[in-house]
Protein backbone atom coordinates (compact mmCIF):
# COMPACT_ATOMS: atom_id res chain seq x y z
CA UNK A 1 0.00 0.00 0.00
CA UNK A 2 14.18 1.07 -6.38
CA UNK A 3 16.33 3.80 -6.67
CA UNK A 4 17.27 4.63 -9.74
CA UNK A 5 20.36 7.29 -10.17
CA UNK A 6 21.27 8.14 -13.83
CA UNK A 7 21.11 11.04 -15.76
CA UNK A 8 18.24 9.81 -17.82
CA UNK A 9 15.95 8.55 -14.97
CA UNK A 10 16.20 11.87 -13.14
CA UNK A 11 15.16 14.22 -16.70
CA UNK A 12 12.54 11.40 -17.02
CA UNK A 13 11.20 12.11 -13.36
CA UNK A 14 11.56 15.72 -13.36
CA UNK A 15 9.48 16.01 -16.68
CA UNK A 16 6.80 14.01 -14.97
CA UNK A 17 6.44 16.05 -11.77
CA UNK A 18 6.11 19.71 -14.36
CA UNK A 19 3.48 17.66 -16.15
CA UNK A 20 1.31 16.61 -12.81
CA UNK A 21 2.11 20.65 -11.64
CA UNK A 22 0.73 21.66 -14.29
CA UNK A 23 -2.26 19.76 -14.43
CA UNK A 24 -4.84 18.11 -16.67
CA UNK A 25 -7.97 19.08 -18.67
CA UNK A 26 -11.10 18.82 -16.48
CA UNK A 27 -12.80 15.04 -16.56
CA UNK A 28 -15.21 13.94 -13.95
CA UNK A 29 -16.12 17.39 -12.10
CA UNK A 30 -15.51 19.65 -15.48
CA UNK A 31 -19.18 20.74 -15.18
CA UNK A 32 -18.26 22.68 -12.23
CA UNK A 33 -18.63 19.99 -8.92
CA UNK A 34 -22.05 21.93 -7.49
CA UNK A 35 -24.52 21.57 -10.47
CA UNK A 36 -27.10 24.11 -10.52
CA UNK A 37 -24.58 25.97 -7.89
CA UNK A 38 -22.78 27.37 -10.49
CA UNK A 39 -19.24 26.46 -8.69
CA UNK A 40 -17.13 27.96 -11.03
CA UNK A 41 -19.54 30.69 -12.90
CA UNK A 42 -20.88 32.45 -9.59
CA UNK A 43 -16.74 32.46 -8.31
CA UNK A 44 -15.97 34.73 -11.22
CA UNK A 45 -15.22 37.59 -8.62
CA UNK A 46 -13.50 35.07 -5.99
CA UNK A 47 -9.82 35.99 -6.07
CA UNK A 48 -8.05 32.34 -7.45
CA UNK A 49 -4.57 33.90 -8.36
CA UNK A 50 -2.88 36.76 -8.54
CA UNK A 51 -1.59 39.34 -6.35
CA UNK A 52 -3.90 38.75 -3.43
CA UNK A 53 -4.75 35.81 -3.91
CA UNK A 54 -4.86 33.19 -0.67
CA UNK A 55 -3.97 29.75 -2.86
CA UNK A 56 -3.01 26.64 -0.68
CA UNK A 57 -1.51 23.77 -2.45
CA UNK A 58 -1.49 20.07 -1.28
CA UNK A 59 0.17 17.13 -2.13
CA UNK A 60 -1.89 13.63 -2.30
CA UNK A 61 -0.96 10.30 -3.44
CA UNK A 62 -4.64 9.35 -5.15
CA UNK A 63 -7.25 11.22 -6.55
CA UNK A 64 -10.16 9.88 -4.82
CA UNK A 65 -12.97 7.29 -5.72
CA UNK A 66 -16.77 9.69 -4.97
CA UNK A 67 -18.05 12.62 -4.20
CA UNK A 68 -20.78 10.84 -2.59
CA UNK A 69 -20.37 11.35 1.39
CA UNK A 70 -22.25 7.79 1.78
CA UNK A 71 -20.04 6.23 0.00
CA UNK A 72 -16.40 7.92 0.56
CA UNK A 73 -14.36 5.63 1.72
CA UNK A 74 -10.34 6.60 0.94
CA UNK A 75 -8.51 9.61 2.51
CA UNK A 76 -8.88 11.89 -0.77
CA UNK A 77 -12.56 11.47 -1.10
CA UNK A 78 -13.14 11.41 2.62
CA UNK A 79 -11.76 15.19 2.32
CA UNK A 80 -13.31 16.31 -0.78
CA UNK A 81 -16.69 15.59 1.31
CA UNK A 82 -15.40 17.27 4.45
CA UNK A 83 -14.63 20.04 2.28
CA UNK A 84 -17.81 21.12 0.32
CA UNK A 85 -20.26 19.70 3.40
CA UNK A 86 -21.59 20.23 6.76
CA UNK A 87 -22.88 17.57 9.07
CA UNK A 88 -25.23 17.70 12.12
CA UNK A 89 -22.63 18.05 14.54
CA UNK A 90 -18.88 18.57 15.13
CA UNK A 91 -16.30 17.86 16.98
CA UNK A 92 -14.43 20.11 19.41
CA UNK A 93 -10.40 21.09 19.27
CA UNK A 94 -8.07 20.67 22.25
CA UNK A 95 -4.13 21.73 22.44
CA UNK A 96 -1.94 18.98 23.55
CA UNK A 97 1.68 20.27 24.42
CA UNK A 98 1.38 22.65 21.58
CA UNK A 99 -0.37 20.70 18.88
CA UNK A 100 -4.04 21.30 18.07
CA UNK A 101 -5.93 17.94 17.69
CA UNK A 102 -9.80 16.97 17.76
CA UNK A 103 -11.15 16.46 21.02
CA UNK A 104 -14.06 13.44 19.62
CA UNK A 105 -15.51 13.37 23.07
CA UNK A 106 -16.43 16.70 22.79
CA UNK A 107 -19.11 17.09 20.32
CA UNK A 108 -20.29 20.49 19.37
CA UNK A 109 -23.16 22.44 17.31
CA UNK A 110 -23.06 22.59 13.60
CA UNK A 111 -26.41 22.78 11.31
CA UNK A 112 -27.72 21.23 14.23
CA UNK A 113 -27.62 25.10 16.83
CA UNK A 114 -28.92 22.38 19.81
CA UNK A 115 -30.30 18.88 20.63
CA UNK A 116 -32.81 17.49 23.49
CA UNK A 117 -31.90 13.92 25.14
CA UNK A 118 -34.66 11.33 26.08
CA UNK A 119 -34.40 9.98 29.72
CA UNK A 120 -34.04 6.78 28.03
CA UNK A 121 -31.52 8.03 25.68
CA UNK A 122 -32.56 6.37 22.78
CA UNK A 123 -34.71 9.89 21.28
CA UNK A 124 -32.38 12.86 20.02
CA UNK A 125 -34.59 15.78 18.79
CA UNK A 126 -32.68 18.07 16.99
CA UNK A 127 -33.02 21.82 16.06
CA UNK A 128 -31.56 23.08 12.95
CA UNK A 129 -30.20 26.70 12.21
CA UNK A 130 -32.31 28.74 10.35
CA UNK A 131 -29.41 30.72 8.47
CA UNK A 132 -28.02 27.94 6.60
CA UNK A 133 -28.18 27.82 2.53
CA UNK A 134 -26.95 25.24 0.49
CA UNK A 135 -24.43 26.42 -2.32
CA UNK A 136 -27.52 26.52 -4.70
CA UNK A 137 -28.85 28.89 -2.53
CA UNK A 138 -31.54 26.58 -1.19
CA UNK A 139 -32.32 26.87 2.44
CA UNK A 140 -31.31 23.68 4.39
CA UNK A 141 -34.18 22.47 6.08
CA UNK A 142 -35.38 19.12 7.80
CA UNK A 143 -36.52 17.26 4.38
CA UNK A 144 -32.80 18.00 3.22
CA UNK A 145 -31.69 15.95 6.76
CA UNK A 146 -34.30 13.21 6.34
CA UNK A 147 -33.08 12.82 3.13
CA UNK A 148 -29.67 12.98 4.01
CA UNK A 149 -30.21 9.98 6.59
CA UNK A 150 -32.05 7.84 4.37
CA UNK A 151 -29.23 8.29 1.85
CA UNK A 152 -26.53 6.84 4.15
CA UNK A 153 -29.12 4.09 5.30
CA UNK A 154 -29.49 2.44 1.79
CA UNK A 155 -25.75 3.25 0.98
CA UNK A 156 -23.10 0.26 0.32
CA UNK A 157 -20.10 1.76 2.26
CA UNK A 158 -22.19 4.53 5.00
CA UNK A 159 -25.11 1.80 5.46
CA UNK A 160 -22.73 0.21 8.22
CA UNK A 161 -21.87 3.37 10.06
CA UNK A 162 -25.80 4.05 9.74
CA UNK A 163 -26.19 0.34 11.80
CA UNK A 164 -23.49 1.30 14.40
CA UNK A 165 -25.29 4.51 15.12
CA UNK A 166 -28.29 2.01 16.11
CA UNK A 167 -30.57 4.50 14.21
CA UNK A 168 -34.39 2.48 14.10
CA UNK A 169 -36.09 5.63 12.61
CA UNK A 170 -35.50 9.05 12.00
CA UNK A 171 -38.72 12.09 10.96
CA UNK A 172 -39.18 15.41 10.88
CA UNK A 173 -41.25 17.48 13.29
CA UNK A 174 -41.06 20.48 11.61
CA UNK A 175 -39.25 22.84 9.08
CA UNK A 176 -36.26 23.19 11.67
CA UNK A 177 -36.73 20.24 13.74
CA UNK A 178 -35.53 16.53 13.27
CA UNK A 179 -36.76 13.50 15.60
CA UNK A 180 -33.65 10.43 15.66
CA UNK A 181 -34.80 7.03 17.84
CA UNK A 182 -32.50 4.67 18.30
CA UNK A 183 -32.46 0.85 18.63
CA UNK A 184 -30.48 1.25 22.31
CA UNK A 185 -28.70 4.08 23.99
CA UNK A 186 -25.67 3.96 21.91
CA UNK A 187 -22.95 6.13 23.32
CA UNK A 188 -21.31 6.58 20.29
CA UNK A 189 -24.25 7.86 18.42
CA UNK A 190 -23.28 11.82 18.46
CA UNK A 191 -19.67 10.89 17.33
CA UNK A 192 -20.84 8.67 14.24
CA UNK A 193 -23.15 11.76 13.31
CA UNK A 194 -20.23 14.04 13.23
CA UNK A 195 -18.49 11.98 10.34
CA UNK A 196 -18.64 13.09 6.85
CA UNK A 197 -20.44 10.17 5.89
CA UNK A 198 -23.53 11.82 7.56
CA UNK A 199 -23.26 14.85 5.90
CA UNK A 200 -26.68 17.00 4.81
CA UNK A 201 -27.22 16.83 1.22
CA UNK A 202 -29.03 19.14 -0.49
CA UNK A 203 -32.02 16.90 -2.42
CA UNK A 204 -33.41 20.11 -4.77
CA UNK A 205 -29.90 20.41 -6.12
CA UNK A 206 -29.63 16.66 -7.48
CA UNK A 207 -30.58 16.01 -11.22
CA UNK A 208 -31.33 12.49 -12.14
CA UNK A 209 -30.68 9.51 -9.88
CA UNK A 210 -29.23 10.70 -6.54
CA UNK A 211 -26.76 8.08 -6.07
CA UNK A 212 -25.15 8.60 -9.53
CA UNK A 213 -25.40 12.11 -9.30
CA UNK A 214 -23.17 12.51 -5.96
CA UNK A 215 -21.20 10.11 -7.41
CA UNK A 216 -19.10 13.07 -9.44
CA UNK A 217 -21.51 16.32 -8.37
CA UNK A 218 -21.35 18.23 -4.67
CA UNK A 219 -24.52 19.31 -3.25
CA UNK A 220 -23.87 20.56 -0.13
CA UNK A 221 -23.33 23.62 2.20
CA UNK A 222 -19.79 23.38 2.99
CA UNK A 223 -16.97 26.14 3.17
CA UNK A 224 -15.84 25.37 0.23
CA UNK A 225 -16.98 25.04 -3.80
CA UNK A 226 -16.08 22.34 -5.66
CA UNK A 227 -14.71 24.10 -9.02
CA UNK A 228 -13.33 20.55 -10.68
CA UNK A 229 -12.21 17.36 -9.47
CA UNK A 230 -9.83 15.70 -11.94
CA UNK A 231 -9.01 12.42 -10.35
CA UNK A 232 -5.92 11.86 -12.57
CA UNK A 233 -4.23 15.11 -11.56
CA UNK A 234 -6.37 17.43 -9.29
CA UNK A 235 -9.16 19.39 -7.61
CA UNK A 236 -9.58 22.86 -7.14
CA UNK A 237 -11.74 24.08 -4.15
CA UNK A 238 -13.04 28.07 -3.91
CA UNK A 239 -14.40 29.79 -0.94
CA UNK A 240 -17.72 29.87 -0.76
CA UNK A 241 -18.50 33.20 0.08
CA UNK A 242 -21.98 32.88 1.64
CA UNK A 243 -20.98 30.16 4.02
CA UNK A 244 -23.24 30.48 7.42
CA UNK A 245 -19.95 31.02 9.76
CA UNK A 246 -17.16 33.28 9.04
CA UNK A 247 -15.85 32.94 5.16
CA UNK A 248 -12.63 30.41 4.88
CA UNK A 249 -9.25 32.31 5.57
CA UNK A 250 -8.37 30.89 1.96
CA UNK A 251 -9.50 31.82 -1.27
CA UNK A 252 -8.41 28.85 -3.10
CA UNK A 253 -7.47 25.22 -2.47
CA UNK A 254 -5.30 23.33 -5.13
CA UNK A 255 -5.23 19.24 -4.48
CA UNK A 256 -2.44 17.90 -6.57
CA UNK A 257 -2.81 13.68 -6.91
CA UNK A 258 1.35 12.21 -7.09
CA UNK A 259 1.56 8.70 -6.64
CA UNK A 260 5.21 8.91 -5.81
CA UNK A 261 5.53 10.16 -2.43
CA UNK A 262 9.61 10.99 -3.43
CA UNK A 263 7.68 13.83 -5.93
CA UNK A 264 5.53 15.22 -2.64
CA UNK A 265 8.27 15.22 -1.06
CA UNK A 266 10.84 17.08 -3.49
CA UNK A 267 8.02 19.55 -4.47
CA UNK A 268 7.49 20.56 -0.65
CA UNK A 269 11.27 20.73 -0.09
CA UNK A 270 11.64 23.06 -2.87
CA UNK A 271 8.67 25.10 -2.05
CA UNK A 272 6.62 24.61 -4.85
CA UNK A 273 3.36 23.01 -2.51
CA UNK A 274 2.31 24.17 0.41
CA UNK A 275 1.84 21.01 2.44
CA UNK A 276 1.94 16.95 1.53
CA UNK A 277 0.08 14.38 2.92
CA UNK A 278 1.17 11.01 3.63
CA UNK A 279 4.74 11.51 3.74
CA UNK A 280 7.19 8.47 4.23
CA UNK A 281 8.60 8.02 7.80
CA UNK A 282 12.19 7.50 6.16
CA UNK A 283 11.76 11.20 4.70
CA UNK A 284 10.87 13.16 8.13
CA UNK A 285 14.58 13.53 8.90
CA UNK A 286 15.06 15.33 5.80
CA UNK A 287 12.27 17.31 5.98
CA UNK A 288 13.40 18.52 9.37
CA UNK A 289 16.30 19.90 8.20
CA UNK A 290 14.77 22.12 5.79
CA UNK A 291 14.13 25.51 8.59
CA UNK A 292 10.68 26.69 6.56
CA UNK A 293 8.84 23.76 7.10
CA UNK A 294 7.13 22.20 9.84
CA UNK A 295 6.77 18.32 10.58
CA UNK A 296 3.29 17.07 12.49
CA UNK A 297 3.58 13.56 13.47
CA UNK A 298 0.74 13.01 15.41
CA UNK A 299 -0.13 9.46 17.39
CA UNK A 300 -2.96 8.04 16.15
CA UNK A 301 -5.51 4.98 16.54
CA UNK A 302 -4.51 3.47 12.89
CA UNK A 303 -2.95 -0.22 14.10
CA UNK A 304 -0.77 -2.67 11.73
CA UNK A 305 -1.11 -6.41 13.33
CA UNK A 306 -0.75 -9.88 11.85
CA UNK A 307 -3.89 -11.39 12.07
CA UNK A 308 -3.80 -15.60 12.12
CA UNK A 309 -6.99 -17.62 11.70
CA UNK A 310 -8.20 -19.32 14.69
CA UNK A 311 -9.64 -21.90 12.98
CA UNK A 312 -6.74 -23.33 11.09
CA UNK A 313 -3.58 -25.01 12.92
CA UNK A 314 -1.40 -24.48 14.22
CA UNK A 315 -3.18 -21.06 15.24
CA UNK A 316 -5.99 -22.80 16.90
CA UNK A 317 -3.49 -23.36 19.82
CA UNK A 318 -3.05 -20.17 21.78
CA UNK A 319 0.14 -21.36 22.67
CA UNK A 320 1.39 -20.98 19.73
CA UNK A 321 0.17 -17.48 18.65
CA UNK A 322 1.60 -16.80 22.14
CA UNK A 323 4.75 -17.96 20.91
CA UNK A 324 4.85 -15.76 17.85
CA UNK A 325 4.31 -12.68 19.56
CA UNK A 326 7.35 -13.42 22.01
CA UNK A 327 9.28 -13.61 19.18
CA UNK A 328 8.32 -10.50 16.79
CA UNK A 329 11.37 -7.91 17.52
CA UNK A 330 9.61 -4.72 18.36
CA UNK A 331 12.47 -2.34 18.61
CA UNK A 332 13.40 -3.32 15.39
CA UNK A 333 9.93 -2.69 13.61
CA UNK A 334 9.80 0.70 14.84
CA UNK A 335 13.51 1.67 14.13
CA UNK A 336 14.81 -0.18 10.59
CA UNK A 337 10.69 -0.20 9.40
CA UNK A 338 9.15 2.69 10.28
CA UNK A 339 12.33 5.18 11.43
CA UNK A 340 10.69 5.76 14.86
CA UNK A 341 7.81 7.18 13.56
CA UNK A 342 5.20 4.86 15.04
CA UNK A 343 4.57 2.87 18.59
CA UNK A 344 4.82 -0.48 20.00
CA UNK A 345 1.12 -1.84 20.15
CA UNK A 346 0.61 -3.25 23.80
CA UNK A 347 -3.41 -4.35 22.83
CA UNK A 348 -5.45 -4.30 19.98
CA UNK A 349 -6.52 -0.93 20.69
CA UNK A 350 -4.35 1.82 20.23
CA UNK A 351 -3.17 3.78 23.26
CA UNK A 352 -4.29 7.11 22.58
CA UNK A 353 -8.09 5.44 22.62
CA UNK A 354 -10.38 6.28 25.64
CA UNK A 355 -10.58 2.84 27.59
CA UNK A 356 -7.05 1.26 26.03
CA UNK A 357 -5.28 -1.09 28.29
CA UNK A 358 -2.61 -3.03 27.95
CA UNK A 359 -3.39 -5.34 31.06
CA UNK A 360 -2.54 -8.79 30.14
CA UNK A 361 0.04 -7.85 27.65
CA UNK A 362 3.25 -9.63 29.17
CA UNK A 363 5.31 -10.47 26.24
CA UNK A 364 8.72 -9.31 24.88
CA UNK A 365 11.00 -10.25 22.86
CA UNK A 366 12.52 -13.66 23.85
CA UNK A 367 13.43 -16.48 21.63
CA UNK A 368 13.92 -18.95 24.26
CA UNK A 369 9.91 -18.18 25.65
CA UNK A 370 9.07 -18.63 22.21
CA UNK A 371 10.35 -22.20 21.60
CA UNK A 372 9.35 -23.04 25.41
CA UNK A 373 5.95 -22.56 24.28
CA UNK A 374 6.00 -24.31 20.94
CA UNK A 375 7.51 -26.98 22.74
CA UNK A 376 4.47 -27.06 25.24
CA UNK A 377 2.23 -26.53 21.87
CA UNK A 378 3.58 -29.76 20.24
CA UNK A 379 5.41 -27.72 18.13
CA UNK A 380 9.35 -28.55 19.35
CA UNK A 381 10.45 -29.18 15.82
CA UNK A 382 8.69 -25.90 14.70
CA UNK A 383 6.25 -25.69 11.38
CA UNK A 384 5.54 -24.20 8.13
CA UNK A 385 2.71 -21.81 7.17
CA UNK A 386 1.13 -19.38 4.40
CA UNK A 387 1.57 -15.48 5.44
CA UNK A 388 -0.78 -13.56 2.85
CA UNK A 389 1.10 -10.02 1.75
CA UNK A 390 -0.88 -7.50 0.26
CA UNK A 391 0.81 -4.90 -2.30
CA UNK A 392 0.84 -1.46 -1.50
CA UNK A 393 2.61 -0.80 1.74
CA UNK A 394 5.85 -0.83 1.29
CA UNK A 395 6.18 -0.69 5.72
CA UNK A 396 4.38 -4.10 5.70
CA UNK A 397 6.92 -5.85 3.32
CA UNK A 398 9.37 -4.87 5.39
CA UNK A 399 7.64 -5.97 8.78
CA UNK A 400 6.90 -9.39 7.02
CA UNK A 401 10.57 -9.62 6.07
CA UNK A 402 11.81 -8.97 9.33
CA UNK A 403 9.38 -11.11 11.11
CA UNK A 404 10.18 -14.08 8.62
CA UNK A 405 13.81 -13.78 9.52
CA UNK A 406 13.13 -13.95 13.39
CA UNK A 407 10.08 -16.92 13.25
CA UNK A 408 13.33 -18.89 11.51
CA UNK A 409 15.07 -18.90 14.45
CA UNK A 410 12.87 -20.35 16.28
CA UNK A 411 12.08 -23.09 13.94
CA UNK A 412 9.18 -21.81 12.55
CA UNK A 413 8.97 -20.84 8.67
CA UNK A 414 6.99 -18.48 6.75
CA UNK A 415 6.02 -18.91 3.33
CA UNK A 416 5.28 -15.02 1.91
CA UNK A 417 2.72 -15.44 -0.94
CA UNK A 418 2.20 -11.78 -2.37
CA UNK A 419 -0.66 -10.77 -4.01
CA UNK A 420 -2.25 -7.49 -5.55
CA UNK A 421 -4.31 -5.24 -3.27
CA UNK A 422 -7.70 -5.89 -4.90
CA UNK A 423 -6.59 -10.37 -4.85
CA UNK A 424 -5.72 -10.30 -0.89
CA UNK A 425 -9.11 -8.29 0.12
CA UNK A 426 -10.94 -11.09 -1.72
CA UNK A 427 -8.52 -13.53 -0.13
CA UNK A 428 -9.27 -12.06 3.30
CA UNK A 429 -13.66 -11.86 2.62
CA UNK A 430 -13.24 -15.82 1.39
CA UNK A 431 -12.12 -16.21 5.58
CA UNK A 432 -9.91 -19.15 4.38
CA UNK A 433 -6.58 -16.98 4.63
CA UNK A 434 -4.00 -18.59 7.13
CA UNK A 435 -2.23 -15.73 8.08
CA UNK A 436 -2.05 -12.18 6.79
CA UNK A 437 -1.04 -8.72 7.70
CA UNK A 438 -3.51 -5.45 8.00
CA UNK A 439 -4.33 -2.01 9.57
CA UNK A 440 -7.37 -0.57 10.75
CA UNK A 441 -8.22 2.82 11.75
CA UNK A 442 -10.79 3.66 13.79
CA UNK A 443 -12.37 6.81 12.66
CA UNK A 444 -14.61 6.53 15.97
CA UNK A 445 -12.38 7.23 18.56
CA UNK A 446 -14.06 4.55 20.65
CA UNK A 447 -13.06 0.67 22.02
CA UNK A 448 -16.43 0.03 21.01
CA UNK A 449 -16.40 0.67 17.51
CA UNK A 450 -12.44 -1.14 17.31
CA UNK A 451 -13.16 -4.05 19.24
CA UNK A 452 -16.92 -4.81 17.78
CA UNK A 453 -15.20 -4.87 14.12
CA UNK A 454 -12.19 -6.84 15.25
CA UNK A 455 -13.03 -8.97 18.16
CA UNK A 456 -16.53 -9.56 18.32
CA UNK A 457 -17.24 -12.95 16.79
CA UNK A 458 -20.13 -11.72 14.54
CA UNK A 459 -18.22 -8.91 12.94
CA UNK A 460 -17.71 -9.50 9.25
CA UNK A 461 -14.38 -8.26 9.72
CA UNK A 462 -13.22 -10.52 12.09
CA UNK A 463 -10.93 -12.70 9.44
CA UNK A 464 -9.35 -14.27 12.09
CA UNK A 465 -12.33 -16.19 13.06
CA UNK A 466 -11.83 -15.43 16.75
CA UNK A 467 -14.34 -16.43 19.24
CA UNK A 468 -14.07 -15.91 23.11
CA UNK A 469 -17.90 -16.07 24.55
CA UNK A 470 -17.04 -14.03 27.81
CA UNK A 471 -15.61 -11.37 25.34
CA UNK A 472 -18.98 -11.25 23.02
CA UNK A 473 -20.74 -11.03 26.55
CA UNK A 474 -18.42 -8.07 27.60
CA UNK A 475 -19.36 -6.26 24.36
CA UNK A 476 -22.52 -6.71 24.66
CA UNK A 477 -23.01 -5.62 28.22
CA UNK A 478 -20.68 -2.20 27.45
CA UNK A 479 -22.21 -1.11 24.82
CA UNK A 480 -25.59 -0.44 26.76
CA UNK A 481 -23.85 0.76 29.80
CA UNK A 482 -23.80 4.58 30.40
CA UNK A 483 -21.73 4.91 32.98
CA UNK A 484 -17.93 5.62 31.29
CA UNK A 485 -16.12 4.48 34.22
CA UNK A 486 -18.20 0.82 34.54
CA UNK A 487 -18.22 1.20 30.84
CA UNK A 488 -13.83 1.20 30.50
CA UNK A 489 -13.71 -1.66 33.43
CA UNK A 490 -15.56 -3.59 30.61
CA UNK A 491 -13.13 -2.63 27.58
CA UNK A 492 -9.78 -3.71 30.06
CA UNK A 493 -11.04 -6.40 30.92
CA UNK A 494 -12.05 -7.54 27.11
CA UNK A 495 -8.59 -6.03 26.25
CA UNK A 496 -7.02 -8.24 28.76
CA UNK A 497 -8.90 -11.61 27.28
CA UNK A 498 -7.69 -10.54 24.29
CA UNK A 499 -3.77 -10.35 25.42
CA UNK A 500 -3.89 -13.48 26.93
CA UNK A 501 -5.54 -15.55 24.03
CA UNK A 502 -3.57 -13.26 21.05
CA UNK A 503 -5.73 -13.95 18.62
CA UNK A 504 -3.70 -10.78 16.56
CA UNK A 505 -0.41 -10.29 16.47
CA UNK A 506 0.81 -6.87 17.12
CA UNK A 507 3.28 -4.71 14.87
CA UNK A 508 2.88 -0.68 15.71
CA UNK A 509 0.71 2.23 16.24
CA UNK A 510 1.60 4.12 13.03
CA UNK A 511 1.93 8.24 13.32
CA UNK A 512 0.24 10.29 11.17
CA UNK A 513 3.17 12.45 9.32
CA UNK A 514 1.99 15.70 7.50
CA UNK A 515 4.25 18.33 6.63
CA UNK A 516 3.59 21.87 5.66
CA UNK A 517 5.76 25.28 5.14
CA UNK A 518 5.70 27.99 8.09
CA UNK A 519 3.55 30.23 6.71
CA UNK A 520 0.46 27.83 6.66
CA UNK A 521 -1.20 28.03 10.06
CA UNK A 522 -3.90 26.05 11.81
CA UNK A 523 -3.76 22.59 11.05
CA UNK A 524 -5.44 19.86 13.42
CA UNK A 525 -4.91 16.24 13.39
CA UNK A 526 -8.37 14.25 13.69
CA UNK A 527 -8.79 10.56 14.26
CA UNK A 528 -9.80 10.15 10.70
CA UNK A 529 -6.61 11.47 9.39
CA UNK A 530 -8.75 13.80 7.11
CA UNK A 531 -7.75 17.26 6.32
CA UNK A 532 -9.66 20.21 7.11
CA UNK A 533 -9.46 23.12 4.97
CA UNK A 534 -11.43 25.80 6.46
CA UNK A 535 -9.58 26.59 9.98
CA UNK A 536 -6.54 26.85 7.59
CA UNK A 537 -4.73 30.12 7.11
CA UNK A 538 -1.46 31.26 5.23
Known sequence: MMKRSNTMMMAIALTLILTLLAGCAPKANQAGGDSNTGAAGEQANTPTNGTGSKTLTVAYSEGGQTLDPAEANDLTSDTLVLS????????????????????????KPMLAESWDVSDDQKTYTFKLRKDV????????????????????????????????????????VDDATVEVKLERPNHMFLQILAMYSFSVIDPQAIEGDANEFLKTNTAG?????????????????????NYWQERAKLDKVVMKFMKEASSRTMLLNKGDIDLAMEIPPKDVDTLKQNNDLTVRSDASNRILYMGL????????????????????PHDALLKDVMYGQAKQMKSIVASNTPGFSDKGYVYEYNLDKAKQLLKEAGYEDGFQFDFTLGSGFKDWEDAATVIQAELKKIGVTMNINKLARAQFLEQLRTGNVQAFMSKWTSFVNDPEYHLGFLVDSASSSNYVHYNNTKVNELLKQAAVETDMTKRNGMYEEIQSLINTDMPYLYMYEYNRLVAFNNDVKGYIFFPDECLRFYPISK
Not at 85 to 99: H, I, P, S
Not at 140 to 163: E, M, R, T
Request: hydrophobic share 35%.
Open 133 to 172: KFHSGNPLNADAVVFSLDHIKNSNSGGFLYQQASIESFRK
Open 309 to 328: NNNMKPFDNPKVRQAIEYAI
Open 84 to 107: TYDQLVTYGVKNVNGADIAATEEI
Open 221 to 241: SGPFKLEKWDPSSEAVFVAND
